[in-house]
């Protein structure tokens, strides 16, 4: 049989019916539609959704978003979510629409988060061009503005046809629910193509399910592998994400509980054991603890399991110091596992660390690092208490959230000085708990990220912590999480501009400059006047939001248990001291500082700069033989 069906009313059709399972579970692969309409996709998709949803075929639900960059965050926060077995499709018209979608591409490609875009594209007829938003090029007939999403694509495809797009679907499809090629999976549908009707073979609509298996490692890999850990004296483990998507806590609790081995983690992986774990060690790198940096110093064996080892992760090649540092990397995708020349063993970290544990047994290590644990412990304990001046210091606003979630609940962030700060000092309890999107940390991400996570589990109270950069960024998804009856609680950092990228300014000598919103002084040329008369609270609630102004750390904790008990979207908002550091991570990150200067805080930069750097390695000893 066959279905006379508009190719937009095909995609439709056809992604109410993708299914994944894993461990038995089946859900939805694509959850619905995320968009905004424009003339690229109204008469096409927006005709195929309508009809969905009025002759009660089964259909997708659609959310109406305020900004596309903002939907493909939120397609990413509910990917990440459902660990990567289920995500959102998103349409747009073409030109800026989907243009505006480039960004969240790269972020969901760089966390290696399946999201499915289908911006609308230029006619395929091309009978009068050019259409209204059309990139003209004189020497290629056939380039558009969507081109731009081929580098930031595991998958691109542009259908020109009805008959390309069973395949260019089932390559979409497999693509999404492939671990180890996830990310940005794009499909361009011109818009005279969307509304074109075509004899659609009834199989492309079945129940179609896909299976996301857990590959096991190569035993002869295991083998190799368990010679190097057996072989260590002080190895560590580096859990990634990949920990959490693949859900192997309880195979990494096991695993590190038999053989004593310290577990660090990383901004992704955070979570997968509970901060009080007796192997936690806190966060790795950069922005992690000076606990867990101190093993990384002197680990003979790292064990990375599920990471893609970021230069915040490796304090850009610093971390690991011993001469004879190796590494055995546990991961679902060869590039990552082959990474810093390490013994691979490619498949998933569940089965991986199932298929390690018997070859590690009776291999026990002795730790010394439960007092170092307990030192740190006590001084993030001091610093969730450490009044600033006038103004709370984020660090005792971090403290304060982190008393106010259950263990369920999940704190989202991306940018600023508080990714950093929660690595360091956030206590997560649930692998589901902590998301901060630090693969592309993309201002902007936390509302509309949580409003992923909030659509993907509406059991949990959602918390996006967003700096006052970000917010003003994209604050609008208040908007639609409102229109969509989702609570969230934002908590509103006002500092009054850059805390982190200030600090980082001052550390390479560039003096802090252009990083504070405030009035420009005449004299400097630079933001250094009286604060401005921006009161963004006010300009929360004039989005929809209930809004609690807060003053004091007691003032937050009060503010956070109304929000708890409101059944609406809140905000609760907050001003912090923008220079209060918190506890240092004693690690490094590479910023390169200009070699030649006239100005005396450029050259000292430099000088300690060179410093950090001539710590810094490449890996290249063979991983294991
Ligand atoms: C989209 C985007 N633009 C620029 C940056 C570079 N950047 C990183 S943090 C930051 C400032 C963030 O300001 P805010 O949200 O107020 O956080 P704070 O630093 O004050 O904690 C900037 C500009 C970025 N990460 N993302
Ligand atoms: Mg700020």
């Not at 259409?131 to 595991?154: C, I, K, T």
Request: hydrophobic share 40%; charged share 20%.
């Amino acid at each position: 049989m066959k279905h006379r069906l508009t190719v937009a009313q095909a995609v439709v059709r056809f992604l109410a019916n993708q299914f994944t399972e894993r461990d038995g579970i089946r859900q939805r692969a694509v959850a619905g539609f995320l968009g905004i309409f424009g003339h690229g996709n109204v008469a096409g998709i927006g005709q195929a959704l309508l009809q969905a949803q009025r002759t009660g075929s089964p259909h997708m639900p659609y959310l109406l978003a305020r900004n596309e960059q903002a939907m493909v965050h939120t397609a990413a926060g509910y990917a990440r979510m459902r660990n990567r077995l289920s995500t959102m499709a998103c349409t747009t018209s073409i030109g800026p629409g989907s243009t505006n979608m480039l960004t969240g591409a790269a972020l969901a490609t760089v966390n290696r988060l399946p999201v499915l875009l289908l911006p609308a594209d230029v006619f395929a007829t091309r009978v009068a061009p050019p259409v209204l938003q059309e990139l003209e090029d004189p020497r290629f007939g056939d380039v558009s503005v969507n081109d731009a999403f081929r580098p930031l694509s595991r998958f691109f495809d542009r259908v020109w046809r009805p008959e390309q797009l069973p395949a260019a679907l089932l390559g979409a499809m497999r693509v999404l629910t492939d671990p180890a090629e996830t990310g940005a999976v794009t499909l361009c549908l011109p818009q005279d193509l969307q509304t074109e009707a075509y004899e659609f073979p009834d199989e492309l609509f079945a129940e179609r399910v896909w299976h996301v298996t857990r590959p096991a490692p190569d035993p002869l890999a295991v083998e190799r592998a368990a010679a190097v850990i057996r072989g260590a004296r002080r190895p560590l483990i580096v859990a990634g994400g990949g920990v959490i998507y693949s859900e192997a806590s309880a195979q990494l609790d096991r695993l590190a509980r038999e053989t004593g081995i310290p577990v660090a983690d990383t901004q992704a992986g955070k979570g997968a054991l509970s901060w009080d774990h007796p192997n936690a060690v806190g966060g790795l790198g950069a922005t992690g603890s000076p606990v867990a940096n101190r093993l990384a110093g002197h680990a003979d064996v790292v064990l990375g399991i599920g990471t893609r080892y970021s230069d915040f992760t490796t304090a850009s090649g610093t971390a690991f110091r011993h001469p004879q540092v190796r590494f055995v990397n546990l991961n679902i995708t060869s590039f990552d596992a082959g990474k810093l020349s390490a013994s691979p063993l490619v498949a998933d970290a569940r089965a991986g660390l199932q298929a390690l544990r018997p070859a590690l047994h009776g291999r026990r290590f002795t730790g010394d690092f439960h007092d170092d644990v307990a030192a740190w412990n006590a001084t993030v304990d001091r610093a969730y208490r450490k009044r600033g001046g006038d103004l709370p210091t984020q660090a005792e606003v971090i403290g304060v959230v982190n008393d106010a979630c259950g263990a369920r609940d999940v704190v989202v962030q991306a940018a600023g000085s508080m990714p950093g700060d929660l690595q360091r000092l956030w206590r997560a309890r649930d692998p589901k708990q902590y998301h901060v999107e630090y693969g592309f940390s993309c201002m902007g991400f936390e509302i509309a990220g949580a409003l992923g996570i909030k659509l993907a589990d509406p059991s949990r109270e959602v918390y996006a912590l967003v700096g006052d950069g970000s917010y003003l960024m994209m604050a609008q998804e208040i908007v639609t999480a409102i229109a969509e009856g989702l609570k969230l609680i934002v908590v509103l950092v006002q500092n009054h501009g850059f805390a982190s990228i200030g600090a980082l300014s001052e550390e390479v000598g560039s003096q802090r400059f252009g990083t504070s919103y405030r009035f420009k002084s005449a004299q400097t040329g630079d933001y250094d006047g009286a604060l401005l008369p921006v009161d963004l609270a006010a300009n929360a609630e004039s989005l929809g939001a209930a809004v609690i102004r807060c003053r004091t750390a007691a003032d937050l904790a009060e503010g956070l248990k109304r929000a708890r008990e409101a059944d609406h979207l809140t905000v609760v908002h907050i001003e912090t001291d923008p220079l209060a550091a918190g506890p240092s991570s004693e690690s490094w990150w590479d910023v390169p500082v200009a070699e030649v200067a006239t100005l005396h805080s450029t050259r000292h930069a430099r000088t300690g700069y060179l410093e950090g750097k001539r710590d810094q390695r490449h890996h290249l000893r063979p991983g294991g033989q």
